[in-house]
């Protein structure tokens, strides 16, 4: 029932999964006292096709991302999201100018809908944004004091890229000894090569990687109005 | 000649290999104007089979940690080195007591050679080891601060794991603003299977994946003895 | 009964208190839900008047630090110690070398004494040691991370020197959120005007500066064994 | 020459002094290769007595920044300028709601003015700004990043407060191994005996206290038109 590893055969070489059991990895880490929700990312410039960043179409995504918000808001649980922040100074962008080509694009200096979120699931007026300039949410940021001050102890995570900055944060929570569940399907990349093996990594290493099902229904029973209410 | 998507054909799907494109990923980084070698815990307790944390025998990574460190030692280039620290309070390991099984294995707590390097390529006096509570051999270390003072703006990354530790460092280097560069032969996973999705992800976004000959011949005739004496 | 600002007449210009009113500064945090014991650099170097680091001798410091910690430990609440990390490398020493001068005679790296506490108040295996390289006990080191594992939300701090490593650190637990308590008579300085400089400032910004009296009290009243065997 | 402990004398007690001398403190750290300017949180909010956060008029203040900025400016040395961040959410103040009475008032969140800069010294389309949520500029920010992206060294700070947001600042860029200069003309507090007490803290034991005239003829000698042009 701990051991998370089984789950992954037929999708990693099963001599592979033998080194991670003879290490003792893949152990589940659970919901502590009080979980907060961080969207990482679901901005248009990364969510709608119509822009570069953006790999594919991705309902399922959208629709986890929105069942999975709608559960926390409507339980009074805190709620977080990520985007880029200001890209219009050369220095703002640091390393990204020599790693991605073609910057003034990656900017889409002139149009902000880029780092607007879709109304079905974007953030409202108690949410907490945090703007951040390199992949992990909590680098340079002041996610982990906000936290803090809320009083959570376990990040749910949701959001885009799997193998890009839904994993920075994801290590950087664990890190903070932060428990952190990470939604299988409210997760997407432009890869799904990359998806899956990321998705691996954090399920072995820093997080729980869990169904969509299995948490709500934890969250829904745990979590009811009267302790939200607190 | 600046992308580097095209060399991950055969091994990453072409049309998750499109989607690179689109975005724009994959340029190359290079070598700045003063580059420090940073082994990321290649201990016994990583390196040697004797060990379950180790997931197998790896001459050849062996062979390529050591003819890197050689060169950087020989050119009087930093070289810092990490590894975990003190495991023997509860508090000391935080959340790996949750995701990691049999922490007392774990600890190898009455194994001080669990902690030590081979000769061959382990620390000198005039090194730098950085002691390590989490992944990534920047967080909550002095590390970052190390390198300013040592005057680097390029770290060349060799070690263990690849899919664990070599990737948190390598990711929190890049949104330190470093140049990364990771030596191909001379980082190792007990996966070979997250191995190379983990070089495509670091290639891709944060690192200049390159093989070693490519390194070390910009290293020599770039940082010949007379600059290192500076 | 909120307003610290009174009791700071006759040793602060009365014009300055009026600007500090003005600004709403100084009103009291109190000790949250759960309060760790920081104690700051109580090294034999700083408390012992043989070691040139420190100023002079201090026993009513070492007799309200002593206190305070048979306190808390009494109560089973979590101990932290901060010392200086290792200094045999210029690069762990950084900027060090150049604002101190005699960086040699400020190491004492033959005299392992310098490093230990006095029993009277020294860590017990069941407490937590924190090495740092810098002033504040949370730069660079894991502090924050284990502060979160344990639980805590209120940082009293105790130790030397008041204008130094205690500032620091008040400054950085602020920062992280944390509820600071500074316990007067525990915390000492070389200089006496800045000893009593420094309690001002953290008390009108950061902490409760506060009475040995009054803290101990509270956290007796409120902590008693059945919630510290929790 | 290098000590810069007797200029403090008749300002702080003798004896204290001596303490410090014992002690090896305060020595000077010098300009190194590539100097920035930090000016510190100079808004309308708390240079202008019209907003209750400003202790008092500070026309020389005002001057020496202005100064400071023209010569920066002028010789194309990277200029940074921070302030607080949005402060519209509970959780964006953090503990700042329990030190800081009627925080409504804080916020002034009608009045968009208090957050922008004179025309004198404000920033420019050039300059990088640095929003924070908490004293030090480097708390929870990318400034650090972005000053290695900078290539800079060395970090010389303007503005207020000094017993404040500039100590913490000053404190936080030692502890990241920039060397720090504090142009004692240029920055201000609303108390002016805590002014003195923590020019003298920082002077002693983390930067160089400076007057204005001896900062600005070094920066104008050694970083002439043809190196800022690099």
New interface residues.
């Given amino acids: 029932m701990?051991?998370k590893i089984s789950r992954w055969q037929g999708l990693?070489?099963e001599e592979?999964l033998a080194?991670?059991r003879?290490?003792?990895?893949?152990?589940?880490?659970?919901i502590g006292a009080r979980p907060a929700l961080l969207n990482i990312d679901t901005t248009f410039m990364f969510v709608d096709p119509a822009y570069?960043?953006c790999?594919?179409e991705m309902p399922e995504l959208i629709a986890a991302v929105t069942r999975v918000t709608d559960v926390f808001r409507r339980l009074g649980l805190?709620i977080y999201y990520s985007r880029r922040?200001d890209r219009s100074?050369p220095?703002?962008r640091?390393?990204w100018n020599?790693?991605?080509?073609?910057a003034a694009?990656?900017q889409y200096a002139t149009d902000p809908r880029a780092d607007q979120w879709p109304d079905a699931y974007g953030p409202r007026p108690s949410d907490?944004i945090i703007l951040k300039?390199?992949?992990?949410a909590f680098?340079?940021?002041?996610l982990?004091?906000?936290l803090?001050?809320?009083?959570v102890?376990t990040v749910v995570v949701i959001g885009v890229s799997t193998?890009?900055c839904v994993?920075?944060a994801v290590?950087?929570a664990?890190?903070?000894?932060?428990?952190v569940i990470v939604v299988e399907e409210a997760v997407g990349d432009?890869?799904?090569?990359?998806h899956r093996?990321?998705l691996?990594?954090m399920d072995m290493?820093?997080a729980d990687v869990e169904p969509i099902d299995r948490v709500l229904a934890e969250v829904e029973m745990r979590f009811a109005p009267a302790r939200a209410a607190e």
Avoid: C, W
């Avoid at 680098?139 to 002041?142: G, R």
């Fill in positions: 701990q051991d990693i070489p592979d080194a991670y003879k290490g003792a990895f893949g152990r589940r880490v659970g570069d960043m790999g594919r805190p922040d100074h220095t703002y640091g390393i020599l790693k991605l080509g073609n694009e990656f907490r300039n390199k992949p992990s680098f340079a940021t002041p982990e004091s906000f803090r001050y809320d009083g102890d193998s890009g994993r920075a290590t950087d664990f890190s903070h000894n932060f428990r432009r890869s799904p090569a990359a093996a990321n691996f990594d290493k820093f």
